[in-house]
């Protein structure tokens, strides 16, 4: 069987691609990326042609286009289970808090877009991201379990969800409590993150005229 391809957005701006694509080498699993430059007049037609849902990322496999983070991210962990917790309380947990990021936290998502050549610098934020970084401190300091430095000891999926939230708190110098800013140190000193990092400062795919939020 061929291996499976991941679509994915820029590596510079596109927080939904890097989850999969996290999951995807903590799984072991060979695929290969194809990269569709967002933002850009010809991005429509290119997300169109790649994905049912018109977005990214998606991952094709086994003739089927299976799209939306989450659902790739099931994906990977139907062939590498460790990916979640083992403990099935512990494990409804992580699903909860991983759903959280995926269908919330949206003024966060909008005042902060993940932007991984943004020079840190903190901007005004307003009580509806407030909100949001208190409850995302929150949700991690009620879950928090297990030996080691991520969310439930080891890496986990809702790790992969929450890289990209602790990049947006890296890039937008956003201030947090000492076990949060721990976690994310540790999310962010990954070496899967850092080699998508270091792909991403390389990346030449913005649009003309793309200045930092
Ligand atoms: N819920 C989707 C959201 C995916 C999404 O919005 N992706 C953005 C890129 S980061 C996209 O494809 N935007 C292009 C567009 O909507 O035109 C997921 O989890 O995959």
Not at 24 to 45: C, M, T, V
Not at 79 to 87: A, I, T
Request: proline share 8%.
């Amino acid at each position: 069987m061929s291996r499976p391809v991941l679509h994915i957005g820029n590596k510079q701006l596109s927080s939904w691609s890097l989850r999969p694509w996290l999951a995807l080498r903590k799984a072991g699993i060979a695929f290969d990326e194809h990269i569709i430059p967002l933002d850009r007049p010809q991005s429509r037609a290119a997300l169109d042609a790649a994905s049912p849902g018109g977005t990214v990322p998606v991952l094709e496999t086994g003739g089927v286009a299976i799209w939306d983070s989450l659902a790739i991210c099931e994906w990977v962990a139907e062939r590498d289970p460790s990916l979640w917790p083992s403990d099935p309380g512990v494990r409804g947990q992580a699903r909860s808090v991983t759903a959280a990021m995926h269908s919330g936290f949206s003024a966060l998502r909008h005042a902060c877009p993940m932007d991984l050549c943004r020079p840190p610098a903190p901007i005004a934020l307003d009580d509806a991201v407030r909100k949001d970084v208190a409850t995302i401190q929150a949700l991690w300091a009620a879950v928090k379990s297990g030996d080691g430095p991520f969310l439930f000891g080891r890496w986990s999926l809702a790790d992969a969800f929450y890289t990209p939230v602790a990049a947006r708190f890296h890039h937008f110098a956003i201030r947090l409590d000492a076990p949060s800013q721990a976690y994310c140190d540790a999310l962010l000193a990954d070496e899967d993150y850092r080699d998508w990092f270091e792909a991403a400062q390389r990346e030449d795919l913005l649009p003309p005229g793309h200045t930092h939020a």
